[in-house]
Nanobody, 126 residues
Framework: QVQLVESGGGLVQSGGSLRLSCAAS????????IAWFRQAPGKEREGVSC????????DYANSVKGRFTISRDNAKNTAYLQMNSLKPEDTAVYFC???????????????????WGQGTQVTVSS
């Protein structure tokens, strides 16, 4: 059974940092790209960052470039999202996701992702 479990969310002051983790079970993460999405209250879910399965290609939403870093540790079957210089507008539930297909690259199109975690809440106070 494919499962993704996010952790690491919490309450942090503006300018602070958090590292989110996405632990996979039921399959090996090294054959698929991984993406992080987020959904703020009253807003649609948006893509934050993704990383390819092998080349290390990454992509970021403009709003987080230079502040967030995505990475993966295939040996631990876990992906990470390091979030620095957090802003109140980063407040959202953060989800990790993977596609069923073993795509070589990655993108931030929500419809391309089949498996989703339950999400972890990130709250940034001003």
């Amino acid at each position: 059974q494919v499962q993704l479990v996010e952790s690491g969310g919490g309450l942090v002051q503006s300018g602070g940092s958090l590292r989110l983790s996405c632990a996979a079970s039921g399959f090996t993460l090294d054959v698929v790209p991984i993406a992080w999405f987020r959904q703020a209250p009253g807003k649609e879910r948006e893509g934050v960052s993704c990383i390819s399965r092998s080349t290390g290609y990454t992509d970021y939403a403009n709003s987080v470039k230079g502040r967030f870093t995505i990475s993966r540790d295939n040996a631990k079957n876990t992906a990470y999202l390091q979030m620095n210089s957090l802003k109140p507008e980063d407040t959202a539930v953060y989800f990790c996701a993977t596609p069923r297909r073993k795509s070589p690259g990655c993108n931030l199109r929500e419809t391309d992702y089949d498996y989703w975690g339950q999400g972890t809440q990130v709250t940034v106070s001003s």
